[in-house]
């Protein structure tokens, strides 16, 4: 089995620069938004039907030139299902976050702290990869 999902990992900015990350919590898990694509959905309109879902952010902008894939197995009734998940990079304002009923919480961590937080080593090379490339000059 196939399955393809999108999300996108969430920053906004604080005074000085300073970076905070949105991390979920889902069932003792700690992640970024994300969620299956539906039928004839690209990734972007899956990422932004997503974030809006979880978190009722709506003022999303992009950030060009981030993407990254992760793939992954598990099993569901039984049966190995080949999972690929691909993550974009979005600034927003981070006002009037309102969880879905599938999540417990949410936190705004600065980088350290979200490193330390996300549960999945995916997830902590994703945040890594997203502040190298928000650091980066130009």
Same mark, same amino acid.
């Given at each position: 089995?196939?399955?393809?999902?999108?999300?996108?990992?969430?920053?906004?900015?604080?005074?000085?620069?300073?970076?905070?990350?949105?991390?979920?919590?889902?069932?003792?898990?700690?992640?970024?938004?994300?969620?299956?694509?539906? =039928?004839?959905?690209? =990734?972007?309109?899956?990422?932004?039907?997503?974030?809006?879902?979880?978190?009722?952010?709506?003022?999303?902008?992009? %950030?060009?030139?981030?993407?990254?894939?992760?793939?992954? !197995?598990?099993?569901?009734?039984?049966?190995?299902?080949?999972?690929? %998940?691909?993550?974009?990079?979005?600034?927003?304002?981070?006002?009037? %976050?309102?969880?879905? !009923? =599938?999540?417990?919480? !949410?936190?705004?961590?600065?980088?350290?702290?979200?490193?330390?937080?996300?549960?999945?080593?995916?997830?902590?090379?994703?945040?890594?990869?997203?502040?190298?490339?928000?650091?980066?000059?130009?």
């Amino acid at each position: 089995m196939e399955e393809r999902s999108a999300g996108a990992v969430v920053f906004k900015e604080g005074e000085g620069g300073a970076r905070s990350y949105l991390l979920l919590l889902n069932n003792g898990r700690w992640d970024f938004p994300k969620g299956n694509m539906e =039928e004839g959905e690209t =990734e972007l309109q899956t990422v932004l039907r997503e974030v809006a879902e979880e978190t009722a952010l709506s003022d999303l902008s992009m %950030v060009p030139g981030f993407r990254r894939v992760v793939e992954y !197995f598990y099993r569901r009734d039984g049966k190995n299902v080949h999972k690929e %998940v691909v993550y974009l990079l979005a600034r927003s304002g981070g006002a009037g %976050v309102k969880i879905s !009923f =599938e999540h417990q919480g !949410f936190e705004w961590l600065d980088y350290g702290e979200a490193k330390a937080r996300a549960t999945y080593q995916n997830s902590r090379n994703i945040l890594e990869d997203a502040e190298a490339f928000l650091a980066a000059p130009g």
